[in-house]
């Protein structure tokens, strides 16, 4: 079975610390996409199209700069929050404030796409898991402190579990790594598939 060099097509360090803590050595390059979804599009679908056209941003510049070598797998991930409607990462405060207050007292669904491609090779596989969190009854001032931590900005659905707001989560159904931002369980899965694929 063939060893991968893992490429991480993310500037994410939730996820670079997910693979480090996994044992992963892996190549950090971010890829900037448009990250504009079609209208009336399923949440599933918009995470796993925005994650594929991370990972072929990426193998390109790669096979551009002639660093894809024989054995090189680039990994993009995107994750929404889902409740009525997808919440990406909030663009500004009055937004965050909209999104955590949606949030209370209520579930949401994290949801992640996955894309796995063999660099420079016609080889890849695109997957997606969800997890459904629960949340307490918390109040406006609650809401105003958090986001004055400056922590939510750069979050799906203007939250961490990890972080300061994991003490209003009441429970989540699945993966834990998903919602923090990437399914590691899932991509071991899909990632025994891509081997077996490659043969």
């Known amino acids: 079975m063939k060893t991968f060099d893992t490429v991480l097509a993310s500037g994410s360090p939730r996820r670079l610390e997910i693979f480090e803590s996994n044992g992963y050595t892996v190549r950090v390059m971010p890829a900037d ?4 979804l079609p209208e009336k599009i399923k949440p599933s679908d918009g ?3 925005l994650a594929l056209r991370k990972a072929l941003h990426t193998e390109e510049k ?4 002639g660093t894809h070598g024989d054995h090189v797998l680039v990994v993009a991930a995107d994750t929404v929050v889902y409740k009525d409607r997808i919440m990406g990462k909030p663009e500004d405060d009055d ?3 909209e ?3 949606s949030l209370r007292n209520s579930s949401s669904l994290v949801i992640t796409g996955v894309a ?3 660099a420079g090779k016609p080889y890849g596989r695109v997957f997606y898991d969800v997890s459904e969190v629960f949340f307490n009854d918390y109040s406006d001032e609650v809401i105003r402190d958090y986001i004055a931590t400056g922590e939510p900005m750069d979050k799906a659905g203007a939250y961490a579990i990890q972080g300061g707001f994991g003490k209003h989560i009441r429970e989540y159904k699945g993966s834990y790594s998903n919602i923090v931002g990437f399914p590691w369980e899932k991509f071991q899965e899909e990632l025994k598939k891509f081997r077996e694929d490659i043969g």
């Open 47 to 49: 995470v796993m199209l």
């Open 95 to 97: 937004e965050a404030f």
């Open 116 to 118: 796995l491609k063999a």
């Open 33 to 36: 996409v448009d990250e504009t």
């Open 99 to 101: 999104m955590l207050s």
């Open 62 to 65: 790669l096979v551009e700069a």
